[in-house]
């Protein structure tokens, strides 16, 4: 019903809606809308914002019930198929449908998978005529809002997005932790871990305010943290991954 109400019907100047609960509450909804009129205007966004998320959101089968139910859905996932078979020889929506041996959640995969999704989701939400007015993204997020905003077509965003993926795969693996402490005493014990290893060492990623983020090698992570517990300062090791639970992409008007 709200299908055809959004797409199947023609989209007249004014609208209005009855709330009711049997035939009697109908009658008298209608009687007050003949009798008052339209009543008060309706608050249409005067923008719409697509938000791309980064990685942790995936999940296998992702994509999938789309895919096999929206032309519009199939036809992006499957040029993004393409580029993925061309450049690595192995099948994309193989992984992210759960029907390979490969793991969803490296890097690799992850990324252009993410990628992917969030151009199909764009491209369905136009078909029906939800274009967006602004566009934002967060870490591999930030390729689908570009190709969104038309910087790059979707070959191109899908080998960027696959060779990045490929690239940070092969990265060593690290940490995060939030210290709840003022930037200038975080940045001197950062100082004091990196000068006591051979490691890439410790950086601060995040500055806010009371509470900063370190990130680096796990070592690292851990001596800080031990450090910081020692002396009572709260410290809290930040999860690499989202639950599922998240989605990958999120519609939103302003």
Known sequence: MTWTAGVGRSHFAHRAGVVFSDASSLREGLRALAENGMGPASQTPSKVAFAYTGQGSQWVGMGQVLYESE????AVLDRCEAVLLRERGTSLLDVMFGRSGEDLGDTAWEQ?????????????????????????????????????????????????????????????????AAVFALAERVASAVEEV???????????????????VVSGPIAGIEAISKRFDLEGVRVRQLPLTLPKSVLPFVYSSV
């Open 71 to 74: 032309p519009v859905a199939r």
């Open 194 to 212: 990196n000068a006591a290893s051979t490691d890439a060492g410790l950086s601060i990623s995040g500055y806010n305010g009371n509470h900063q």
């Open 112 to 176: 252009p998978a993410l990628y992917a999704l969030g151009c199909t989701l764009t491209a369905l939400w136009s078909s029906v005529g939800i274009c967006p007015d602004v566009v934002v993204g967060h870490s591999i997020g930030e390729l689908a809002a570009a190709q969104a905003a038309g910087v790059f077509s979707l070959e191109d965003g899908m080998r960027f997005a696959a060779l990045r993926g490929a690239l940070m795969s092969q990265m060593e693996e690290g940490g995060m």
